[in-house]
């Protein structure tokens, strides 16, 4: 008998990477991966950055070109999006009513942008951010300059948004709920670093403010009235609040859940033969020990590769050390490590924020838990050597720019 084939569902970066993992490890049997969207799998980082300020085109998004997939034969089906998952019979449901049979399935279904009840939000130029598709209309509003751009969300999407508005030569306007934005990512000193980044270029902050309803004129947005009461005039308002696990699906199959699909380290669901990667896996990280869930798109990257060796019988954990990086006007930033662990830590910092040339480090028990580095090149792979080897660090060591990150390393 002819083996069901392996069904990816999810058209993004931890679903192509998935598949391209399964042909590049030995795979010859049937891969079929289906995607909501019409467009083939792409990398989301471009769509706030480098593809929303033209800097990119539309080649540098997919994760792989699209005859990759006829040449691999992974048959692809866009714009189909599942609506249902039998584990017991090992099916897939289509919206359109087409039964697919798997022999494993992997749940890479992302997540979805927060949405806000607010009066007003389904006015002309009101907006969420996530898809290829947002990023366009965003770009096409913003790229003339001179429009009124209201950001709602002080967070790495709102701030990377914000900057890219601001670039364009509009007046931009950023909400948030924090005092300081990014505080609750990496606490107020660098919060405000990125704060006054933006204040220098002319980005505008009310904090810690909400909108209370989006107001506007035949349809169209004109204005923003906050929560006390100012009135921000408006063409453009972003709701860039987060994202919530798109579980949708592997709630008909009855998998377990919390904060996403649970899943183990090597990315098996509580169902046999069903895995989960990406933004919706909440996996059991061997680090730390707890489970946690990842957005960005390196989790996405390893997870996606973890999880095709899994479905394929191999001894594959998802165990390396968290990444992610942003670019906001001339400033780089990468961060690797666990944000639990850092919670609550006084960074240590080598180098000038003044100067804009800094590593931050979160140190804990005497072992770095985290390291962010801004405007400094080739530093990322000594800071996850000593994150995840668990390094004892000397304090005075680790801030002097005189001593290489390597020699902190054991030999």
């Given at each position: 008998?002819?083996?069901?084939?392996?069904?990816?569902?999810?058209?993004?970066?931890?679903?192509?990477?998935?598949?391209?993992?399964?042909?590049?490890d030995?795979?010859?049997g049937?891969?079929?991966?289906?995607?909501?969207?019409?467009?083939?799998?792409?990398?989301?980082?471009?769509?706030?950055?480098?593809?929303?300020l033209?800097?990119a085109?539309?080649?540098a998004?997919?994760v792989v070109?699209?005859?990759?997939?006829?040449?691999?034969?992974?048959?692809?089906?866009?714009?189909?999006?599942?609506?249902g998952?039998?584990?017991a019979?090992?099916?897939?449901?289509?919206?359109d009513?087409?039964?697919?049979?798997?022999?494993?399935?992997?749940?890479a279904?992302?997540?979805?942008p927060?949405?806000?009840?607010?009066?007003?939000?389904e006015?002309d130029?009101?907006?969420?951010?996530?898809?290829?598709?947002?990023s366009?209309?965003?770009?096409?509003?913003?790229?003339?300059?001179?429009?009124?751009?209201?950001?709602?969300?002080?967070?790495?999407?709102?701030?990377?948004l914000?900057a890219?508005?601001?670039?364009?030569?509009?007046?931009?306007?950023?909400?948030?709920?924090e005092?300081?934005p990014?505080?609750?990512?990496?606490?107020?000193?660098?919060?405000?670093y990125f704060?006054?980044?933006?204040t220098?270029?002319?980005?505008?902050?009310?904090?810690?403010?909400s909108?209370?309803?989006i107001?506007g004129?035949?349809?169209?947005?004109t204005?923003?009235?906050?929560?006390?009461?100012?009135?921000?005039?408006?063409?453009?308002?972003?709701?860039a609040?987060?994202?919530?696990?798109?579980?949708?699906?592997?709630?008909?199959?009855?998998?377990?859940?919390?904060?996403?699909?649970?899943?183990d380290?090597?990315?098996?669901?509580s169902?046999?033969?069903?895995?989960?990667a990406?933004?919706?896996a909440?996996?059991?990280?061997?680090?730390?020990?707890?489970?946690?869930?990842?957005?960005?798109?390196?989790n996405?990257?390893?997870?996606?590769?973890?999880?095709?060796?899994?479905?394929?019988?191999q001894?594959?954990?998802?165990?390396?050390?968290p990444?992610?990086?942003?670019d906001?006007?001339?400033t780089?930033?990468?961060?690797?490590?666990?944000?639990?662990?850092?919670?609550g830590?006084?960074?240590?910092?080598?180098?000038?924020?003044?100067e804009?040339?800094?590593?931050?480090?979160w140190?804990?028990e005497g072992?770095?838990?985290a390291?962010?580095?801004v405007?400094q090149?080739?530093?990322?792979?000594?800071?996850k050597?000593?994150?995840?080897?668990?390094?004892?660090?000397?304090?005075?060591r680790?801030?002097d720019a005189g001593?290489?990150?390597?020699?902190l390393?054991p030999?």
């Amino acid at each position: 008998m002819t083996q069901e084939p392996m069904v990816i569902v999810g058209g993004g970066l931890a679903g192509a990477t998935a598949a391209k993992t399964l042909r590049a490890d030995g795979y010859d049997g049937g891969i079929l991966l289906l995607g909501a969207e019409e467009r083939i799998p792409y990398l989301r980082p471009p769509l706030s950055k480098e593809f929303l300020l033209g800097k990119a085109n539309e080649d540098a998004v997919p994760v792989v070109p699209e005859g990759w997939y006829s040449e691999h034969d992974v048959e692809l089906l866009l714009g189909s999006r599942a609506a249902g998952i039998d584990p017991a019979a090992h099916r897939v449901t289509t919206a359109d009513g087409r039964v697919l049979p798997y022999s494993k399935l992997l749940l890479a279904t992302g997540s979805q942008p927060r949405h806000l009840r607010l009066p007003g939000s389904e006015l002309d130029g009101a907006m969420t951010f996530r898809t290829f598709d947002d990023s366009l209309k965003l770009q096409s509003l913003i790229k003339g300059g001179g429009r009124n751009v209201i950001m709602i969300g002080s967070g790495w999407i709102g701030m990377e948004l914000a900057a890219a508005a601001r670039t364009y030569e509009n007046n931009v306007t950023l909400l948030g709920l924090e005092d300081i934005p990014l505080s609750a990512a990496i606490g107020p000193e660098l919060g405000k670093y990125f704060q006054q980044l933006h204040t220098a270029q002319g980005v505008s902050f009310r904090l810690p403010a909400s909108a209370a309803a989006i107001e506007g004129t035949d349809g169209r947005v004109t204005a923003v009235r906050t929560n006390t009461g100012e009135i921000l005039p408006a063409d453009v308002v972003v709701i860039a609040v987060g994202v919530v696990p798109d579980t949708a699906l592997a709630e008909t199959g009855g998998l377990a859940l919390r904060n996403g699909i649970l899943a183990d380290a090597s990315l098996r669901t509580s169902a046999p033969d069903v895995f989960a990667a990406g933004d919706v896996a909440n996996a059991l990280h061997p680090f730390t020990g707890e489970h946690q869930r990842s957005e960005h798109w390196a989790n996405a990257l390893n997870g996606g590769k973890v999880a095709a060796r899994s479905m394929l019988g191999q001894d594959a954990v998802l165990d390396v050390v968290p990444y992610f990086y942003t670019d906001q006007f001339s400033t780089s930033m990468e961060y690797s490590g666990f944000p639990a662990l850092s919670s609550g830590l006084v960074p240590l910092i080598r180098g000038s924020l003044e100067e804009g040339s800094f590593i931050a480090f979160w140190v804990r028990e005497g072992q770095v838990v985290a390291g962010m580095s801004v405007n400094q090149s080739r530093v990322q792979k000594p800071i996850k050597a000593l994150i995840a080897g668990r390094v004892q660090v000397d304090r005075a060591r680790l801030i002097d720019a005189g001593t290489a990150l390597e020699d902190l390393l054991p030999r």
